[in-house]
């Protein structure tokens, strides 16, 4: 950790902001827009972090420092200014001096528009790394796309989804950087010329070719003077426009080709746990990888000495997205720079590693050879290579044909396609998954071949959150209570938080921790008044389901329950007195073209409609879906939740972050046995948290046996009852066939066991409604879920994955003399 400079006094901050608005933006105090006060805050900050990066860049170029390069298509990043003067220790510097300009701080922060750069959890896990990469001084550069539009923005027309395009840039971003002039061509399609067969260099010439230019985000870290660079690439066509066709008066025709180069760091695919097979999308995905390549060879490797090139750089592949890397790589020291085969393939899988991130196969991205040879011909014929090598070695050592055939990277049928996470496995020295669960489930099934061969390939590193967005930034409250308890040291060490655990059995210091958790949910019950004219009592039990929507995270169970207690009530089964109030909030968006999970959200929003209207219900049951999820909202619900929903099916879920986030803000799990939530019960204690459900051996072997839904159904009242209603229209104004889909699904095939768990998951709510009428012990609870869960920093993450994987060190910027 090295010192941070003196900070400005407010006057000279507010003279820095105005010289900004009028010098640099050409804008006047009184005439400013509130995104004039934004951008111009923003640039202000900016200035601050710009020393420390020239530093940490300088620092780390003198001592030839190892680089880790993390690759990923998605970086979802959440709004940055308040995090950038976190880490400049500028927030009440600015509030000041905007308040002497007569200026709302609050909202000015407001204007910001995130860049929802990520889908969800793999997207905001990488953001996550970055920050603690940049906190612990590893010098690091994250490379990614600059998508002009990110994950769409949702909204709900007669509660159902309807997607809008995420104009994040229209009015400009503060944060980043451009180099035009750094920008770094990269070819598609063409042929491929010279001797074939013998391993040889051989010469591709790309048939069409974009420019990729570079955008420098700088990721401060917290308490260092350090700062990373986030690089994401935009497309810009070659030649700009034909201006032949353009002055012959054909236009369109004339900007053909530029529109079509653009395309590709246009839009997200807004897909998540499905690959979407699309011919941009790998482009996207070589357009990246390559300039990335590029950029770092360039950068640290002026000496040429490709030898070096595992001690000097760790490339981490974040899924399989950016896996075209590893031909990438072969042809760079092949083809341009004459290193033999042999050599070059030992460099190359000494440099790379890869991280997984499902369990879902039908998740697991494949390429069709017909594709990938017309787009990246040379890379085919790499990947060809390597892959004859491979099994030539698998057949060495006496491998059946069949396991043979299995293990291949080129899948046969139905059609002949590269399998990218066999390619990433065979191309890296290490392979991890993302939860102790999951590391075991890729090792015993969806890469057992690989891992019976390669042992010691195969690793874990559990996901981690960063303490300083969402824990500082999101809960002031909570933040402050704990700088009381423990000192603020816990911001960069989060292991501290154990010296909260005798404070749970103090009257007062419980007291406090339920005013802050009463605090949070009146700041909550106000934004979503504001925000999504929704209106609900801080009085109730916040039970919280955020992440995104899909099948095997049930959110179908959820829904059940809250039918169970509307029908159970309607049939007279069920005093509504006796229902612990409460407020399920849902924060989800489905994939566009994902069917089944928009129905669900229509039937969330159509239970919400009618439960919030039945007059039994009042004051007892709400359901509250506040449209269009994203980092800016989770940020506002996490310190509010009593109850954190992760209930998908076991063997599912490859880890969940959205656990973690609650875990450390207070809420309690209602949980499965699934990805990391197993790891949050064994650190914070059976007793405070509530288990239930089939365990991944289990619904194993329920799926064996031949899964019947319908004996579940047949067997219980409540969930006939909760199904029946569903069915009879009565969220659908009596049309049986809106919800159809879903309830022929849930009876005919049901394939993550919503109905197998109903029976346990609706008793463990039970469990949760005695806990939640003793106050004092469920605040007992809820503080010893801070005080355990450190162990989920993204830093202890970061540290796993140095220790495990990259082996670089630290390098703290020192700072330039004159
Ligand atoms: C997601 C998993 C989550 C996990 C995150 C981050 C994908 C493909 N996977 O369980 O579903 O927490 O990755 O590792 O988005």
């Not at 020291?333 to 991280?355: C, E, K, P």
């Not at 002031?476 to 154990?498: F, I, M, N, Y």
């Amino acid at each position: 950790m090295t010192s941070t400079p003196a900070l400005p006094s407010a006057e000279s901050f507010a003279a820095e902001f105005r010289d900004q608005l009028l010098h640099e933006q050409g804008v006047s105090l009184r005439t400013a827009t509130p995104t004039d006060l934004y951008t111009a805050l923003g640039r202000t900050v900016r200035r601050h972090l710009v020393d420390g990066w020239f530093d940490t860049l300088s620092t780390q170029l003198d001592r030839r420092s190892k680089v880790v390069a993390y690759l990923s298509a998605e970086y979802l990043l959440g709004r940055q200014l308040e995090n950038a003067l976190l880490a400049t220790g500028l927030t009440d510097v600015a509030r000041d001096a905007l308040a002497s300009l007569g200026v709302s701080f609050d909202d000015v922060v407001d204007q910001e528009v995130e860049p929802g750069l990520g889908n969800g959890g793999l997207g905001r896990l990488a953001a996550c790394f970055v920050d603690s990469l940049a906190t612990l001084d590893i010098p690091a550069v994250g490379y990614g796309i600059r998508y002009e539009y990110g994950i769409f923005r949702q909204t709900f027309v007669d509660g159902r989804q309807v997607e809008q395009a995420d104009d994040w840039l229209a009015l400009g971003s503060p944060w980043e950087l451009p180099h035009p002039e750094m920008a770094v061509t990269v070819g598609f399609g063409g042929t491929v010329e010279g001797d074939h067969g013998t391993g040889g260099p051989r010469r591709w010439v790309p048939g069409w070719t974009v420019e990729a230019v570079p955008y420098n985000y700088l990721v401060p870290g917290y308490g260092t003077r350090n700062v990373n660079t986030l690089r994401l690439w935009s497309a810009r066509a070659t030649k700009a426009f034909n201006l032949q066709t353009f002055n012959a008066g054909d236009y369109e025709a004339a900007v053909r080709g530029q529109t079509y180069a653009e395309n590709i760091s246009k839009v997200l695919y807004p897909e998540d746990s499905t690959p979407q097979g699309k011919e941009l999308r790998l482009q996207q995905q070589y357009f990246f990888v390559a300039a990335s390549l590029r950029d770092l060879l360039d950068r640290t490797l002026d000496d040429q000495d490709w030898d070096a090139i595992p001690d000097r750089v760790a490339f981490q592949l974040n899924d399989t997205h950016p896996v075209i890397a590893i031909p990438e790589l072969m042809r760079l020291l092949v083809d341009d720079h004459g290193v033999a085969w042999d050599r070059a393939w030992d460099i190359t899988r000494r440099t790379f590693n890869y991280t997984c991130h499902t369990l879902l196969p039908e998740a697991l991205e494949i390429w069709s050879v017909e594709l990938l040879g017309r787009l990246l011909p040379r890379h085919l014929e790499i990947i060809y290579r390597i892959n004859e090598e491979f099994l030539d070695v698998l057949r060495g050592q006496g491998a059946s044909e069949l396991q043979v055939r299995r293990m291949s990277i080129i899948q046969e049928s139905p059609e002949r396609a590269v399998r990218m996470a066999f390619l990433a496995t065979v191309g890296s020295s290490h392979v991890n998954g993302v939860a102790e669960l999951h590391s075991q489930l890729l090792r015993d099934v969806v890469l057992h071949d690989f891992s019976q061969l390669w042992p010691e390939r195969f690793t874990n590193v559990t996901n981690g959150v960063t303490p300083r967005r969402f824990l500082r930034l999101a809960n002031p409250g909570l933040s402050s209570l704990l700088d009381d308890a423990v000192g603020t040291g816990w911001v960069r060490d989060l292991d501290l938080l154990r010296g909260l655990e005798p404070l749970a059995d103090d009257p007062s210091f419980r007291e406090r921790f339920r005013a802050v958790k009463a605090a949070n949910k009146q700041r909550l019950v106000e934004l979503l008044q504001s925000r999504d004219g929704i209106t609900v009592s801080p009085d109730a039990m916040f039970d919280v389901m955020i992440k995104r929507l899909h099948e095997y995270k049930r959110q179908m169970l959820k829904v059940l329950h809250v039918v169970t207690l509307y029908d159970r009530v309607l049939r007279g089964e069920l005093r509504a007195e006796d229902i612990t109030p409460r407020v399920v909030v849902f924060g989800a968006k489905a994939a566009p073209g994902y069917k089944m999970a928009k129905e669900i959200i229509a039937l969330i929003n159509a239970v919400g409609t009618v439960v919030d209207a039945a007059p039994e219900l009042q004051g007892r049951l709400r359901v509250a879906f506040p449209a269009n999820y994203n980092v800016t909202l989770a940020e506002k619900l996490i310190p509010a939740a009593d109850l954190s929903e992760q209930i998908s099916l076991a063997g599912k879920e490859a880890s969940g972050t959205g656990n973690m986030k609650l875990a450390l803000n207070g809420a309690l799990t209602i949980g499965t046995l699934d990805g990391a939530n197993v790891e949050i019960r064994d650190l914070v204690g059976d007793d405070n948290f509530f288990l239930f459900g089939l365990t991944e051996p289990e619904a194993q072997a329920v799926q064996d046996a031949g899964y019947d839904p319908g004996s579940y159904y047949e067997a219980d009242a409540d969930l006939r009852g909760a199904i029946e209603l569903i069915a009879s229209g009565a969220f659908s104004g009596g049309d049986r066939a809106v919800f159809e889909p879903i309830v022929s699904d849930l009876l005919w095939k049901d394939r993550f066991l919503v109905l197998a768990d109903y029976r346990a998951y609706v008793d463990a709510q039970a469990r949760v409604e005695a806990a939640y009428a003793d106050p004092d012990a469920w605040s007992r609870s809820a503080i010893l879920n801070v005080a355990r869960t450190g162990f989920f920093s993204s830093d202890r993450s970061i540290r796993d994955y140095l220790d495990r994987v990259w082996r670089a060190d630290a390098v703290p910027a020192e700072p330039r003399v004159g």
